[in-house]
């Protein structure tokens, strides 16, 4: 059998029974939304959006970076943020602050719940090379 997410696992990525990651096909690349979790598979930031947000971004840039793209390749990405108002716009301000300059068109979207308990935070992208 083979082990589609080998270079996240080598990388510190939790164990992702079910799934990939990510997978590259010509010049995009295709991700699994990006969560607040460890290496540990532990969420980081618990009750903190901004902690999540900014761990989701970097797991992001790890996985960008492991399929050899780079941060500009990323062409739109979607938050989506659990809770109040406040809580979105706390994400938001952790996205702008994170690229620290343009970021690629964005929709920022508030949930109800996401796949773990207490994740307030997930990041998903497109990523083409160009």
């Known amino acids: 059998m083979v082990d589609h997410n080998r270079k996240e696992l080598d990388a510190g990525f939790p164990e992702a029974p079910g799934y990939r990651y990510a997978q590259t096909v ?3 690349l295709f991700v699994a939304g990006q969560v607040p979790m460890d290496s540990a598979g532990q969420l980081v930031g618990l009750g903190d959006p901004a902690t999540q947000t900014t761990k989701c ?3 992001l840039k790890t996985l960008i970076e492991l399929h050899d793209f ?3 390749d990323i062409r739109h990405l979607t938050i989506y943020v659990v809770g109040e108002q ?3 716009t706390t994400s938001w301000q952790s996205v702008t602050d994170w690229f620290d ?3 690629p068109p964005a929709t920022l979207l508030g949930v109800n719940l ?4 207490d994740q ?3 990041i998903d992208a497109r990523i083409k090379r160009g």
């Open 26 to 28: 010509g010049d995009e």
């Open 57 to 59: 971004l970097d797991n």
């Open 70 to 72: 780079v941060v500009g």
């Open 86 to 88: 406040a809580n979105l």
């Open 101 to 103: 300059g343009p970021v």
């Open 114 to 117: 996401l796949g773990y308990p």
């Open 120 to 122: 307030l935070l997930e």
